[in-house]
């Protein structure tokens, strides 16, 4: 059974302070996604990272795939208010499947 | 690009009525589509996974009988609610796979619905 632990499930922090969202499994795959969900909408994807070890950022966001493809983080630098929101992680694996994360609910105190 | 609409936004509906959710990809052709179901402050469910012009894989526990998905084409799958009951109330949301290559094969990426509100009275 594929699994992916996300953690931590809830972070409450002050605006300009940083942060790190980790996803871990003991299975490899073959991509992973971020997502980010406000309230009432659907997930928009942030990023896909595919190459072990890869480094992709996106403003303030950076996103870490581990070598071996089991792992990834979302590192978020002077964390915002408008940051906040519910965040997934997703990992694909055997071509099409894909299982989610738990999610991390992100609240930036102004 | 990798739009994908659903329609409608919220439902209300009296309790033993069906209510049909529709899925559109806007701008690509998906093979596969997701449906997800999301109680407040958790993650995503998954439902079922459709795909085009085959019958609908169901997630453990989910009824297909009561949850019906149909994939007539390229760009629209629907989810029809029959019979509803208010332990059925939930946030719907489907998502649109796309396939893209790497070096090493193909990998999945899911774009998202809006989602729908279901309020059963």
């Known amino acids: 059974t594929q699994l992916l632990e996300q953690s931590p499930q809830f972070l409450s922090i002050q605006e300009g302070e940083n942060l790190t969202v980790y996803c871990n499994s003991s299975?490899?795959?073959?991509?992973l996604q971020w997502y980010r969900q406000e309230p009432g909408e659907g997930p928009v994807l942030l990023v896909t990272v595919v190459t072990g070890g890869e480094v992709k950022k996106l403003k303030r966001l950076t996103f870490q795939f581990g070598d071996a493809r089991k792992d990834s983080s979302l590192h978020i630098t002077a964390a915002q208010p408008g940051d906040t929101g519910l965040y997934l992680c997703?990992?694909?694996?055997?071509?099409?499947?894909?299982?989610f994360g738990a999610g991390t609910r992100l609240f930036v105190k102004a | 690009g990798a739009v994908v609409s659903q329609h409608p936004s919220w439902v209300i509906c009296k309790s033993g009525t069906s209510v049909k959710i529709e899925c559109r990809s806007l701008?690509?052709?998906?093979?596969?589509m997701f449906w997800y179901r999301q109680f407040p402050k958790q993650s995503l469910m998954l439902m079922a996974t459709s795909n085009e012009g085959s019958k609908a894989t169901y997630e453990q526990g989910v009824e297909k009988d009561k949850f019906l998905i149909n994939h007539a084409s390229l760009t629209l799958s629907t989810l029809t609610v029959t019979s509803a009951h208010p332990e059925d109330s939930s946030f719907y949301i489907c998502s649109a796979s796309t396939s893209q290559p790497t070096r090493t094969g193909l990998y999945n990426e899911q774009f998202f619905g809006p989602g729908t509100r279901l309020t059963v009275l």
């Open positions: 997703a990992g694909t694996y055997g071509g099409f499947k894909t299982i």
């Open positions: 299975s490899v795959f073959s991509s």
């Open positions: 701008d690509f052709q998906a093979t596969t």
